[in-house]
């Protein structure tokens, strides 16, 4: 049997789904993991590890294609947000030197990193979602007319893990949060349940293969600290479509919101959700799944085939190691 060995990448605290993946990966190859603080915890849990440049530094691709090429690497995958854009655009390279880039095409990377054009795609399409105002004037003229109303969040147009967000509650509040940082955008306030759903959309057949749903209870540092999974066939059937329509791949995390009945796309990040250990432990295994599809097989579908009203709690815990220097 041929050697599967894969590459994950900007893997920090992520320990669980490097554990994930060695499993998945017994008997059939290793998990090596890179990232470039020699801090990072989830490090010690992989096979092997290596520590590499940061995202924007000289000689970061460089230095992952030469790990690629020493440790025979099927599939390189990336836990961060701006670091798939980059592999996405790198996808030739790597397929040459018989490497999988296990994630959406670059296009969809760069789209989910803009909240503004993600918002523009989702009216065009359609799809309910917060309203969202690219400056302050047209935040005004909106309000001005009853369109919307306060309060509403500020965030930065391209980012993620919640930085920079604020609730804002007044029109000079708004400009004094405004005039501090640039490429900001408005967003309505939604109130109302929120969820996240984990999904994985085959990488070789393109189906839609598994859809996890959780209703979350807690949040803290922008991720799911508790939640509950359940089933819900019309909010399946939304996010089938939206994912089969923008064309992903591999693994999504979504967060939603219901009102009244209703669903609202709210953000959309074509990897691994820091909730994904709750769908794991309910019988949604994508690390699996991408291991089958690294043998070049397709995945049968396996939708709603998860335990519902489990509950994920997350709690601290601790890695330790002899003295590392950064």
């Known amino acids: 049997m041929q050697t599967m060995n894969i590459l994950l990448l900007s893997v920090g605290t992520r320990n669980k789904i490097v554990e994930y993946f060695k499993k998945a990966l017994t008997g059939k190859g290793k998990v090596i993991a890179a990232d470039c603080s020699i801090l990072a915890p989830a490090l010690y849990t992989a096979d092997s590890f290596y520590i590499i440049p940061r995202l924007k530094e000289e000689g970061y691709i460089k230095s992952i294609m030469e790990i690629c090429r020493k440790e ?56 309910s979602c917060a309203e969202t105002y690219l400056n302050s004037t047209a935040f005004k003229d909106a309000f001005l007319k009853g369109k919307v109303r306060f309060p509403v969040f500020i965030k930065p147009r391209r980012g993620s893990a919640s930085l920079y967000i604020s609730c804002v509650n007044s029109i000079k509040m708004l400009d004094a949060l405004l005039s501090e940082k640039e490429e900001m955008i408005i967003q309505e306030y939604l109130k109302g349940q929120e969820i996240g759903a984990d999904c994985y959309i085959d990488l070789v057949s393109g189906k839609v293969i598994s859809v996890f749903l959780k209703k979350k209870l807690a949040m803290r540092a922008g991720e799911t600290d508790k939640a509950v999974s359940f089933w819900d066939v019309k909010l399946y059937q939304l996010i089938e479509s939206f994912v089969l329509e923008m064309g992903y791949r591999g693994v999504v995390d979504i967060d939603l919101f219901e009102i ?16 994904y250990p709750h769908a794991y432990e309910c019988g949604a295994d994508f690390m699996g799944f991408v291991v089958k599809n690294l043998e070049g ?13 489990m509950s994920m709690m997350k709690y601290n815990e601790i890695q330790m190691v002899k003295e590392q220097m950064e």
Not at 260 to 275: A, H, L, Q
Not at 297 to 309: A, D, L
Request: charge should be negative; hydrophobic fraction near 35%; proline fraction near 6%.
């Open 72 to 127: 025979a690497i099927a599939g390189v995958m990336s836990l961060i947000d701006p670091e798939l854009s980059v592999l996405a655009k790198q996808e030739k390279e790597f397929e040459e030197i018989g490497v999988k880039v296990i994630g959406s095409p670059y296009p969809l990377c760069e789209l989910a990193l803009d909240k503004w054009e993600m918002y523009r795609w989702l009216k065009a399409h359609q799809y």
């Open 260 to 275: 009244n009945g209703k669903y609202y796309i709210s953000e959309v990040n074509p990897r691994f959700g820091g909730g």
């Open 297 to 309: 097989k397709e995945n049968t579908p396996q939708i709603g085939e998860y335990k519902e009203h």
